[in-house]
């Protein structure tokens, strides 16, 4: 299990990767665009409605990764006097808190999109349908709170074993 979520989460790392690169791409040429508009350019038409869908999408794809890793910021200014175990704990407490905000963020990203496609709402200049937006989220939202869930399983086996399978953020840092 621990080699498929570490598969998964570089996947949708480097799909959100290369939907980041597509922004970057979109923006240059709107914004050159802006830029020439003398030359008969301009900037590209609803460039923010497709850079807001495109963010999304790639913070979500993103989170995979930084759970595995242990990425996450954290705050440890009390936590570094306090033994190995009570980490151990505190580190899997959290991580069963965010499998399961994850969990709530990826069904509400679904009752969205059920409601964005039954209401037919679409964008304000591009006029696509608002309900593909929340699809494409909830792809790698779903993912993030499988790649969750397995974190906080792995993170209380350690708790309960002492093994731990991987660094928490602390031992990460140094």
Request: proline share 2%; with cysteine.
């Amino acid at each position: 299990m621990d080699h498929i979520a570490h598969r998964l989460a570089i996947f949708s790392a480097l799909l959100g990767g290369v939907i980041l690169c597509i922004l970057i791409l979109l923006t240059c040429i709107s914004i050159t665009g802006r830029a020439f508009v003398f030359a008969g350019l301009g900037p590209v038409p609803g460039d923010f409605e497709l850079v807001e869908a495109g963010i999304a999408f790639s913070v979500f794809a993103f989170l995979p990764i930084c759970q595995v890793q242990a990425g996450h910021a954290t705050v440890d200014l009390f936590t570094n006097a306090l033994g190995r175990g009570a980490n151990r704990w505190l580190v899997a407490f959290w991580e069963c808190l965010f499998a399961g905000t994850m969990a709530f963020i990826a069904w509400r990203l679904a009752a969205g999109m059920l409601t964005k496609y039954g209401n037919g709402e679409t964008s304000m200049f591009l006029q696509f349908s608002t309900w593909w937006a929340y699809a494409a989220c909830l792809l790698p939202a779903t993912l993030a709170a499988l790649v969750a869930i397995w974190s906080a399983y792995d993170r209380m086996r350690a708790a309960l074993t002492g093994h731990e399978t991987r660094a928490i953020a602390v031992e990460s840092q140094h």
